[in-house]
């Protein structure tokens, strides 16, 4: 394997690591607050609203502080946060109403229990998405 390659692999590996850690750090913050929410009565598509924009100010920080920095320097600032929020709208938009159509057709416990599971499915693609669009 040529190093290049082999950097990229590194590279790579580090970036999901440590994406790995941090979602599940915005994950448990999300999930949080979407059972707290919705235990005093807020609608789970509020309530998943809500805990998706905690979870994702905290990653979005992490992530460009930590998981796609360059040598030591975050990739922060205005112009990624609104690449940030182009990709997060879509997916947001996505999880509230399978949040919601869980809530509604099988019941608010569930709802619960299939958060993690559907920011994990979410998880995957943006992973790709912020590797490749926002922090770039």
């Known amino acids: 394997m040529d190093p290049d ?70 990739r922060l600032g205005w112009w990624r946060f609104a690449k940030f929020l182009l990709v997060w709208v879509p997916l947001t938009v996505v999880s509230t109403l399978a949040m919601a159509w869980v809530a509604t057709s099988l019941g608010l416990a569930h709802a619960c229990l299939a958060k993690p599971l559907v920011e994990g499915v979410l998880a995957i693609v943006a992973f790709f998405l912020w590797r490749h669009v926002v922090y770039r």
């Open 5 to 74: 390659r082999r950097q990229r692999l590194k590279d790579f590996l580090r970036e999901g690591s440590s994406f790995l850690i941090v979602g599940l750090a915005q994950l448990l913050l999300d999930w949080l607050v979407f059972v707290g929410l919705t235990a005093f009565g807020v609608p789970a598509a509020p309530g998943n609203l809500a805990g998706r924009v905690s979870g994702a100010l905290l990653g979005f920080w992490l992530n460009g502080r930590v998981t796609f920095a360059r040598d030591g320097a975050a």
